[in-house]
């Protein structure tokens, strides 16, 4: 298993996974329509989309982290107000 501190690299894998097999599945569907050859098309653009969005996911956590931090502080100091 891993550890512990590995848990924030194991979610963005999960989760760049879970996103771009939704996202690449709905952007094909919508451009191209659904015949059979959807799904050659859909893996296709999840295999060229899931390496982006991971590294697009590591790249811009912390950012992320920073913004929800800060607008979470906001909020707890408002509340206290």
Known sequence: MFH???THLIVSVF????MA???TL??????TGIDNQLL????VAWIIAWPLALFAMLVFRPVAMKIAKALVRQIDQEASN
Do not use: A, V
């Open 21 to 23: 097999l939704f996202m």
């Open 4 to 6: 512990p501190k590995h």
């Open 15 to 18: 989760m760049s996974c879970f």
């Open 40 to 43: 050659m098309r859909w893996l």
């Open 26 to 31: 709905i952007i094909t569907m919508l451009n």
